[in-house]
């Protein structure tokens, strides 16, 4: 019989987890058992014996390793030694049912085509545990251990999740560009985006001709997707882009990335309490989703960096999220009797301090504050009767600080020139975001979710560059 390539995912996730044993009994009674199959993956170890030998594969489709026997007789260990950790191999051979109580099923290998050797002496990643910081300097190799398995697995398994439950509520994703002319916002410092050469500029008046430049004018990489956004949901209703954003802030947190993915949906008709139901629904909906289906990544990242992390994600499915006006806040932090390092006055941005006491000591749970002070929020956020705050919305989560930043929009066209003024910005710039209250204008709202934000909260890991990739920061920008 041909032998046929099975993924491991095949064999892991439906069988060799203990707690699906039940499909172990379904398979040994099916004729899929006890059939020849080449596996493909990489060695995370191996031992010989006398007699026999083992390895286990792994081919990052999910946790578990596929044991795989080896008959000294059938591949010679110098052979087998050849697969060290680290190598990309294929083995063909019979699936059975194990003898071993770790795992439910086991290969008995017959042929072992080595792909790939990884020498032992210099590949990173030997078996022993590594810190999260020398895997940074790894990040080449990185996807290959088990913590970032999981990680990106769960990244994948949000990303997915987004799409998935705007598009079953009829939302229109669409794609805003990254390259954009207008200070969208002024949300955080540009990258510029030019191809006149640094050294030597074209200049008219002792200042950079931009007319010479590639887009005539000065380009810059996107902060946010919401301008276009709300042109294109003042046509389609209900919409939201996904993408890339950039933020030039030297800013060296655990939470700030200058490349990071923003998922911003817009919505027509809806007001600053529509908003926030609509934020809390979906914030709930990707959690429930990842426990529902990478519930075995969660576990391990639970087991090996935060403890109580099913507990944590389960107690924000339960709990209402709290609504509290921005100078309630002020009076809780004031009323606190806290040392803060930064001072709490109204009219002054909420610190990272403020915001984690507010969640973290004082509720209990995650928190949405509205109404901010104008002066602290952009132009485009609607201003309330009082003429001092704005209908502004920052949701707050426990360990993380804030997950989300919206707003209703300022749908009043004159309210809204009025405030670009006060702003200092350049009104000409700005023409086509201001024809869409002077045509049609209606009520609506939207917020920006950063992924790493969420994927921070849903893997328990505590610094933002181990839920991307290939993170991208100041003075860091290898692989
Ligand atoms: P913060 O106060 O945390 O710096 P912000 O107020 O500048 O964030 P917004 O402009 O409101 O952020 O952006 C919307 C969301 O994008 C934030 O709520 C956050 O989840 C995420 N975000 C913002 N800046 C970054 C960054 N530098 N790296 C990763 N995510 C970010
Ligand atoms: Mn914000």
């Given amino acids: 019989m041909m032998p ?41 170890t191996q031992r010989t014996g006398k007699k026999f030998s083992f390895c286990e594969l792994n081919d990052g489709s999910g946790l578990h390793n596929l ?18 950790t680290g190598a990309a191999v294929c083995i063909e051979g019979l699936l059975v049912k194990s003898q071993g109580k770790e795992q439910a099923v086991e290969l008995q290998a017959q042929k072992l085509e080595i792909l790939g050797e990884a020498d032992g002496e210099t590949y990173p990643l030997q078996k022993k545990a590594h810190s999260l910081e020398f895997l940074r300097e790894q990040a080449h190799l990185r996807s290959r251990t088990n913590t970032f398995g999981a990680v990106f697995r769960l990244r994948n398994a949000v990303s997915y999740a987004i799409h998935h439950y705007f598009y079953q509520k009829g939302f229109v994703y669409v794609h805003t560009p990254i390259i954009t002319a207008s200070d969208t916002e002024g949300a955080g410092e540009m990258f510029a985006v030019t191809t006149l050469p640094l050294d030597n500029c074209p200049k008219l008046e002792g200042q950079v001709d931009w007319k010479q430049d590639f887009f005539e004018r000065p380009a810059h990489l996107t902060v946010s997707g919401q301008l276009n956004a709300e042109l294109a949901a003042l046509g389609l209703g209900e919409v939201y882009t996904f993408g890339p954003t950039f933020r030039a802030e030297n800013s060296n ?35 429930r989703w990842t426990l529902d289906h990478n519930r075995a990544d ?86 309330n009767a009082d003429e001092k705050t704005v209908a502004a919305m920052d949701i707050l989560f426990p360990g993380i600080g ?20 006060e702003m200092g910005l350049p009104e000409e710039n700005y023409w086509w975001y201001l024809d869409t209250r002077r045509y049609g204008s209606a009520p609506h709202a939207g917020f920006g979710l950063g992924l790493e934000r969420i994927l921070m909260f849903i893997t328990g890991m505590g610094n933002i560059r181990d839920v991307i990739p290939f993170p991208r920061t100041p003075g860091n920008a290898e692989f």
């Fill in 4 to 44: 046929i390539f099975a993924p491991l995912k095949k064999i892991g996730m439906s069988i060799m987890t203990p707690l699906k044993r039940h499909k172990v009994k379904a398979l040994l009674t099916s004729q899929e058992f006890e059939q020849s199959v080449r596996v493909c993956g990489w060695v995370k």
């Fill in 67 to 84: 044991q795989v026997v080896v008959d000294n007789a059938l591949i010679a260990p110098e052979v087998l030694k050849r697969a060290a």
């Fill in 253 to 287: 947190t655990t939470r700030h990335l200058a490349e990071f993915w923003m998922v911003e949906p817009e919505m027509a008709f809806y007001d600053l309490a529509d908003n926030m139901a609509l934020a809390e629904d979906f914030l709930k909906y990707l959690i």
């Fill in 298 to 383: 969660i576990d391990f990242l639970q087991e090996n960096y935060e403890p109580g992390l099913v507990a944590k994600l389960e107690g924000v499915l339960a709990s209402d999220f709290i609504r509290l006006d921005y100078t309630e806040a002020v009076s809780i932090l004031q009323e606190s009797g806290r040392q803060f390092e930064y001072p709490v006055q109204w009219g002054s941005d909420l610190q990272s301090e403020h915001e984690r006491y507010l969640v973290e000591q004082h509720f209990g749970k995650p928190v949405i504050v509205i109404n901010y002070p104008k002066d602290i929020k952009a132009f485009y956020m609607r201003l």
């Fill in 402 to 421: 804030e997950i989300i930043g919206g707003s209703q929009r300022e749908e009043r066209p004159d309210v809204l020139l009025r405030r670009l003024h």
